[in-house]
């Protein structure tokens, strides 16, 4: 039996259908799920989260200047919290 979930990109909100043996229990699962599916995982330790991105150029565009991800996501527009209000 597989398991399906749809990651979301955490700078466009952009989802992708991905089906598995099992629902990812940790961090490292869900990042390497998003990879093998051509979307972009990557682990922040800083934080102790997984984030998941469409494109490196969206990946990069989370990051400060130091190279740490955002606390919170600036999303597309450049506004806090995706544009949502």
């Known amino acids: 039996m597989t398991e ?6 955490w700078h466009c909100g952009a989802a992708q259908a991905i089906e598995g043996p099992h629902r ?4 490292f699962e869900l990042a390497a799920m998003a990879n093998d599916a051509g979307m972009k ?7 102790g989260r997984a984030l ?5 150029e969206h990946a990069k565009a989370e990051m400060t200047k130091q ?3 955002r606390a919170y996501p600036r999303g597309a527009k450049g506004v806090q919290g995706g544009g949502e209000s």
Not at 24 to 27: I, K, N, S, T, V
Not at 41 to 47: H, K, V
């Open 52 to 56: 998941v991105f469409c494109s490196v």
């Open 24 to 27: 990812p229990r940790f961090a």
């Open 67 to 69: 190279g740490q991800f």
């Open 4 to 9: 399906r979930i749809s990651p979301v990109c």
């Open 41 to 47: 995982g990557f682990l922040d330790g800083r934080c």
